[in-house]
């Protein structure tokens, strides 16, 4: 016996699949399904309300104030995530990174709280979504800054696989922790990075390389380190909020 699906359901069913090919091939085959259907030509009308209506795009919400005492741009994407306990003591200049693990990206502001821009990120270890106590597992939460650079892509744009060009990519910055976020936990040496060596070689080295989990790092695409991180850490101190699930 069938049962209907509810609107909760179907949304845990499309979300399960996300970035992923079912989620894709999923929108042809309800819209053949929908087009089979007695009337379809009323709810596929691209003026439809419910087509109008998805395709609004939401205001820009305001740049959130700098408190005095630092910044700390968390918004409701971040609600019931474990992150950074103290604001970072931004001032001109400066730049802010959230990561977000639970929606995978990483959002870039100014010192001033106005974003600059979100891209892919993961914060993932070999572990379960919430837990970043144990070695290798998720990036512990908390308030990080951009230390040392690795500009690998720099020395030697096309160079012969190695274990670090594989495991790190073009750039590399080592996460100094501000809240002993690490220590606290018994974890040392948490970096931003590109790579991966699951992606094989030269995938690896790839500019958009598949993100796959690291051993606790947070990892972005190759080029996205060169043309959005790199920038900010030339002009200023780059602060890093890692948020993930209690």
């Known amino acids: ?11 845990d069913r499309w979300e399960a699949f996300k970035g992923e090919h079912q989620q894709v091939s999923g929108v042809w ?25 998805f395709s609004e795009k939401p205001p820009a919400p305001p740049a959130p104030p700098t408190p005095s005492g ?29 990561v977000n693990d639970r929606d995978q990206d990483m959002k870039a502001y100014d010192h001033s709280g106005a974003f ?3 891209v892919p990120c993961l914060a993932r270890g070999q572990g379960a979504d919430n837990d970043w106590k144990h070695t290798s597992t998720d990036t512990p939460p908390g308030l990080y ?15 012969t696989c190695s274990d670090t060009a594989m495991s790190y990519g073009w750039y590399s910055f080592d996460l100094v922790e501000l809240e002993n976020q690490e220590v606290t936990v018994g974890r040392a040496g948490i970096m931003l990075h590109g790579g991966g060596s699951g992606c094989g070689w030269p995938g690896a080295w790839a500019a958009n390389q598949p993100l ?22 030339k002009k200023g101190t780059v602060y890093v909020g890692v948020f993930q699930e209690p």
């Open 1 to 11: 016996m069938s049962s209907t699906m509810t609107p909760e359901r179907f949304q």
């Open 29 to 53: 085959l309800l819209h053949s399904a929908i087009a089979d259907l007695p009337g379809s030509e009323v709810v596929l009308d691209e003026q439809a309300v419910w087509a109008l209506k």
């Open 70 to 98: 630092g910044l700390d741009p968390r918004g409701d994407e971040e609600a019931g995530l474990v992150g950074p306990k103290i604001a970072a003591p931004v001032k001109p200049g400066d730049s802010y990174l959230l």
């Open 116 to 118: 600059l821009w979100k």
């Open 145 to 159: 800054r951009l230390g040392q650079l690795y500009p690998d892509y720099e020395q030697n744009p096309s160079p």
């Open 212 to 233: 796959l989990p690291t051993l606790g790092c947070v990892r972005l695409h190759n080029i996205d380190l060169r043309d959005k991180v790199l920038p900010l850490y």
